[in-house]
């Protein structure tokens, strides 16, 4: 297993530097070190540090999670299984049953506190060198602006030159590596949901709950140790009312869509603290160019209440890394390779990021978020069928 501890040294040379390893950092690393690439990943957080998430896995992500040899171990950590999904409208309920087959055999919403350690932990046993409290400050270019290296700061305040084919920016909302090559954002959302949310032992629930009312929106979903309960609002709701705190505007939301569950969570015991989160406009950046690329919120982030941004990350870290092997060894330069990457994912989420953002809108009836939500199942299915593709379509070795 190649080192994670914050040593002051590294080697001046690698194929790949990714900064950030969370979900999508790690997992493009991984998927990178076992096709046999030299990965430096830094991160300038501590290993399994907690972060805001609705932890939820669509099928896409679980099927991953399984090629890759990784879903017994979320299991094993206790990750509840999840067998179906239900949509609670104002007027009717409507409940799916996931459907098992060779590899889903339930949806699973796993803490960070315990996804994102599996995944950085398979990347370091495929290989990849991890480096905790090391964080990128600058890129290293040619005069025409080719990025060819990286300059990272080690914990002890040294600032180290490594030279890499490509530099991958899988380091969030406010990537430093979308900053530095200047990477343009070529859509916004036009809403942008709050949350208020925190963590329940009970009530148990078997299933994603996504509830839907008049301008508001909740969801309970299972997880490692109880249930995460959020309650959405439009921003300028929970600028208005914080003053009442936090747990007020809570059970209120949550009384609006589902009565049932307040009492239930009231009738549980002792409330959990609750967090906020004030909510934030999606984007879809240019994610790749010449010695670079973006990956996970980096280069393309949607609103939280359709639960898919794990989902997205996972798919787009494979989706990366099947362009950088084919880009070192097929017929096709990494520089096209990379702009390909771009095109295909787009191809996969620009639909997906448009009814994101109608239904974080919150300004819906109800045939009209039904309908949503089937314009949302369509992309899932498109996502499941690129996974199965990948299948029985191996990246050039």
Not at 282 to 305: I, N, Q, T
């Amino acid at each position: 297993m190649s080192s994670s501890t914050g040593a002051s040294s590294v080697d001046r040379r690698y194929d790949v530097v990714v900064a950030g390893a969370r979900v999508a950092g790690a997992s493009t690393a991984m998927l990178l070190a076992r096709a046999g690439l030299r990965v430096l990943v830094v991160d300038p957080t501590a290993r399994g540090r907690d972060t805001l998430s609705t932890h939820a896995l669509m099928r896409a992500g679980v099927a991953q999670l399984s090629r890759w040899g990784l879903l017994d171990r979320v299991r094993a950590a206790g990750t509840p299984r999840v067998d179906e999904t239900t949509f609670v409208y104002e007027t009717e309920v409507v409940t799916v049953p996931v459907e098992p087959d060779a590899l889903v055999d339930g949806l699973y919403a796993p803490r960070r506190t315990v996804l994102d350690p599996i995944l950085a932990d398979a990347a370091m046993e495929s290989g990849a060198e991890l480096r905790w409290g090391w964080r990128l400050v600058d890129l290293d270019r040619t005069p025409n602006g080719h990025v060819v290296g990286a300059r990272l700061r080690a914990p002890d305040g040294a600032v180290h030159l490594v030279r890499a084919d490509l530099v991958v920016g899988a380091d969030g909302l406010h990537s430093q590596v979308a900053r530095l090559v200047g990477a343009r954002t070529r859509r916004t959302a036009r809403h942008a949901t709050a949350t208020i949310f925190g963590y329940w032992a009970e009530p148990a629930s078997r299933g994603y709950r996504w509830l839907f009312g008049h301008g508001v929106a909740a969801g309970v979903i299972p997880t490692n140790g109880g249930v995460l309960v959020f309650a959405g609002m439009p921003p300028s709701r929970l600028h208005a009312e914080r003053a009442r705190g936090l747990d007020a505007i809570h059970a209120e939301v949550l009384r609006e869509v589902s009565p049932e569950l307040e009492a239930r969570l009231r009738a549980s015991g002792a409330a959990p603290k609750l967090r906020a989160f004030a909510g934030v406009p999606g984007h879809v950046r240019e994610s790749a160019g010449p010695g670079w690329a973006l990956v996970g919120d980096s280069g393309y982030y949607k609103d939280p209440l359709t639960a898919h941004g794990m989902t997205d990350a996972l798919r787009d870290a494979e989706l990366l890394a099947r362009a950088v092997v084919n880009g070192r060894s097929g017929p096709d330069t990494l520089d096209d390779a990379l702009l390909a990457y771009e095109a295909r994912r787009d191809d996969l989420s620009l639909d997906l990021f448009a009814v994101t953002d109608e239904i974080a809108s919150l300004r819906w009836s109800q045939p009209e978020v039904q309908r949503m939500h089937r314009d949302l199942s369509r992309g899932m299915k498109a996502e499941v069928e690129e996974v199965r593709r990948w299948e029985r379509q191996p990246a050039a070795a």
